[in-house]
């Protein structure tokens, strides 16, 4: 049946194609008295035997494709599935106790794994966690479900998922994602901003898309108007089909300006950057005319792995989005993990905050066993083209002092061994705490640049979690509140002889930019795919008229009147 969901859109455009349910199923059973052992060990052994054969192939395709460190992964739960002192008592417990395969197996394998997690020692938790991997592979099998593995999908598929956390995002086979869906999720959320990223469409936060649909439909994910069709009717597909060329038309219209300027109709000049997660982002930095890297979030590199970057890793990719801008500017944001990126592997205590807990620079600083080879693979990596570095989550003045500290530690060691390091790296910080924008006054003094983070700026400036559905009508970029901190921090930096950018999303947003400009933001840095569209809107707008508007939303009192104010000036 045909039936359409409204949600959020955080990524443009339209995609079209199978449904691919990224959802864990329920693995729910009773235990049960059987009648024949016999016939339940040789039901289990038949679930043994297909998840190993299932595993072996993933393995097989993990090694030509993801590589031989992904490969080994399943190497190890391969060998849990073989091993006899595993397997045996699941065994004898159905025999000796009559019970179902999926009981015996659950509570067998459940006391390995409190076992093996209750001892001190990382190697033992670890094959916990592959018992409990290969456990559900083969529960699944005597269940009769399919466990999804995205990073194998061998056809075109509009992901479905509740959510989908950064290293989901970035395990995503790019060649046969066509776009994705959520239940939760804002624009801001990192699924979203990945989804730009990769250039495919995204319908986040429609609450209940997982439960709409089943492997299979057909899907449309209208990035566009933030809607999703499931199985669309012939007459319906093709009017879709008919937007998705009008989308592609008018992005070659905008396409006209990849090689163009920024500049205002009364001639004034802002700079256009892209943000980016990756090095493989930048063909699209480059295909959408980016000026430049306005934010490079590191974190990525940290992600989907087991272990830390090492120093050399960290200096190959900087080296080449340096060496790929070709001397244009890249802003390298230092490791910003917390809220909602986490990294298993660090073992970070559970918070009841994780947004206003230890995140970003504040673990950097207490850490400097991770925060150090990252500083030393920019500060090498420096002379292959324009770095400027910047520090996430800053909240105080000392905390800044200290990191340049570190950094300048850091760049006096490489001199020491002789390893050459480039002149006049601009180091800046993102502001994204009050705090930091109360006081920008006082930074300007001490910074070369501020990035203005609003996505998290926002949250908490108005106390709204940016993750929480519930909350989101306090997500307002367009509030007084924050545009006056927003004018704040420009005219701070500005004060100082210093440049201000923006690398949260309002900087690409088509109600903010005119606002923006009015206040005088000098760069404006934005998802790739957002950037020809931007320029495009500013070309035709006019500095001096927005800056009239500015100073007239300074003034009122709500988000509406501010709205409301930017559609009477100029008609998106
Ligand atoms: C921000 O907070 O605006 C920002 C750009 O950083 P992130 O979205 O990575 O938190
Ligand atoms: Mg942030």
Request: proline share 4%; aromatic share 6%.
């Amino acid at each position: 049946m045909s039936s359409l969901l409204r949600g959020i859109a955080a990524s443009n455009g339209i995609a079209i194609a199978k449904a691919y349910r990224l959802v864990e199923p329920d693995f729910s059973f009773e235990k049960k008295a059987i009648q024949s052992p016999e016939n339940e060990v040789a039901r289990f052994q038949a679930a043994l035997a297909t998840a190993k054969s299932e595993l072996e192939q993933i393995r097989d395709r993990a090694g030509s494709e993801l590589g031989a460190d992904k490969a080994a992964i399943f190497d190890a739960h391969l060998l849990v599935l073989s091993d006899p002192e595993l397997i045996s008592p699941i065994e004898d417990k159905i025999k000796t106790e009559n019970v179902n395969a999926e009981h015996a197996l659950k509570e067998t394998a459940d006391m390995f794994i409190s076992m093996f997690e209750s001892m001190d020692n990382e190697y033992m938790k670890e094959r916990a966690a592959d018992i409990r991997d290969v456990t559900k592979r083969v529960l699944a099998h005597l269940l009769g479900l399919q466990i999804p593995n995205p990073s194998m999908v061998t056809e075109e598929v509009i992901i479905v998922a509740e959510d989908l956390t950064p290293s989901d995002t970035a395990q995503l086979n790019r060649n046969f994602v066509l776009g994705f869906t959520t239940d939760i999720g804002g624009r801001t959320s990192h699924s979203a901003i990945m989804a730009r990223s990769m250039e495919i469409p995204a319908v986040v936060g429609t609450k209940t898309v997982t439960e709409s649909i089943s492997n299979g439909d057909i899907v449309v994910v209208d990035g566009l108007k933030g809607e999703v069709h499931i199985n669309p009717t012939p007459e319906v597909l093709e009017e879709y089909r008919k937007v998705q060329a009008d989308y592609a038309s008018q992005k070659a219209e905008w396409a006209k300006l990849v090689n163009e300027k920024t500049v205002t109709a009364d001639g004034h000049h802002v700079e256009l950057a892209a943000n980016i997660g990756t090095p493989k982002d930048l063909k699209g930095v480059v295909e959408n005319g980016g000026e430049a890297v306005g934010l490079y979030r590191t974190e990525f590199l940290y992600m989907d792995r087991d272990q830390l970057p090492t120093e050399e890793e960290q200096y190959t990719a900087y080296k080449a989005v340096l060496e790929g801008m070709k001397g244009k500017p890249v802003v390298v944001r230092t490791l910003d993990i917390g809220g909602d990126k986490e990294l298993p592997y660090l073992n970070l205590p559970k918070e009841m905050n994780p947004f206003l807990g230890y995140r970003a620079i504040r673990l950097c600083l207490e850490q400097e066993d991770i925060f150090r080879p990252q500083l030393r693979a920019l500060l090498r990596a420096s002379v292959h083209g324009n770095l400027k570095i910047m520090f996430p989550m800053i909240a105080t003045l000392d905390e800044f002092r200290k990191a340049k500290a570190i950094l300048e530690d850091e760049r006096n060691n490489l001199a020491n061994e002789g390893i050459q390091v480039a002149e006049g790296i601009e180091l800046g910080i993102m502001v994204e705490i009050p705090s930091t924008a109360i006081i920008a006054d006082q930074f300007a003094k001490e910074v070369d640049f501020f990035s203005i983070g609003t996505n998290d700026l926002i949250q908490y400036t108005m106390a709204a979690d940016r993750m929480n559905q519930q909350v989101s009508y306090l997500y307002q970029p367009y509030s007084p509140s924050i545009l006056r901190l927003v004018k704040m921090v420009i005219d701070a930096a500005h004060k100082e002889g210093k440049w201000a950018g923006m690398c949260g999303e309002m900087a690409g947003d088509e109600t903010a930019i005119p606002l923006l400009l009015g206040l005088g933001l000098d760069e404006f840095s934005m998802s790739a795919t957002s950037i020809l569209k931007a320029r495009s809107l500013i070309r035709n707008l006019s500095k001096s008229e927005m800056e009239e508007l500015a100073a007239k939303v300074l003034e009122m009192g709500t988000t509406e009147e501010v709205v409301e104010a930017v559609n009477a000036t100029i008609s998106l």
